[in-house]
């Protein structure tokens, strides 16, 4: 009995699979589809070369693992990340490819520039921060209120940008108290404060 429930018959080739082996059909009474994911993958192209269909063949992989199509590489199944609804469970790029494709779109979508762009800009700033001028140039530096790119910046000093909230005259302030002047307000009058200018 405890065998029934672990394991499931593909119609196509008749063979007893673990549950997993099948991908999810929340249509059929026990939740899975008749064929095997690698029996429906079969199906599937024969189906669209059919009708005619340009289909990529299919390249043959190892035991436990997949063809990545964007780098075009053979990868183990703990370098993809799950999907459910995908006809073996796993995504259809890599973890690489995927976390490549994401920075691009993040880029394009937050800045409106593309890698190329980027690296350019990072080119013409000889590869360092513009405002240290040490460390690498890895994080793109906008203008919140017009979200014109400005160049890019060292994480430190991306974040000290943020922190002051894009003001120059508190990063002026903040300059001349490195520098040891220090700035105090002034008492004109009982609970008035001047600031110097």
């Not at 095997?36 to 079969?42: N, S, V």
């Not at 080119?123 to 513009?130: D, F, L, M, P, T």
């Not at 040490?134 to 203008?143: E, I, L, S, T, W």
Request: with cysteine; charged share 25%; aromatic share 6%.
């Amino acid at each position: 009995m405890q065998e029934e429930q672990t394991v499931k018959r593909c119609s196509r080739c008749k063979e007893c699979k673990p549950r997993a082996a099948f991908a999810s059909n929340k249509a059929a009474r026990d939740g899975l589809q008749a064929y095997c994911r690698e029996c429906w993958a079969e199906y599937h192209q024969a189906r669209q070369l059919a009708k005619g269909k340009n289909v990529r063949p299919r390249v043959q992989t190892p035991e436990g693992h997949k063809f990545c199509r964007s780098c075009g590489e053979i990868k183990p199944h703990s370098e993809w990340h799950r999907n459910a609804t995908a006809s073996d469970g796993l995504s259809t790029s890599c973890k690489v490819c995927r976390a490549n494709k994401g920075r691009a779109d993040h880029l394009k979508r937050q800045y409106g520039i593309t890698e190329a762009e980027r690296d350019e800009l990072i080119s013409s700033q000889a590869g360092v921060c513009c405002i240290c001028l040490a460390a690498p140039a890895a994080h793109v530096d906008h203008c919140h209120n017009t979200g014109r790119v400005r160049g890019v910046l060292c994480f430190s000093c991306n974040a000290a940008l943020g922190q002051f909230k894009d003001r120059p005259d508190v990063i002026r302030r903040a300059a001349a108290y490195v520098e040891g002047i220090a700035w105090k307000p002034t008492l004109v009058a009982p609970g008035v404060y001047q600031l110097p200018s």
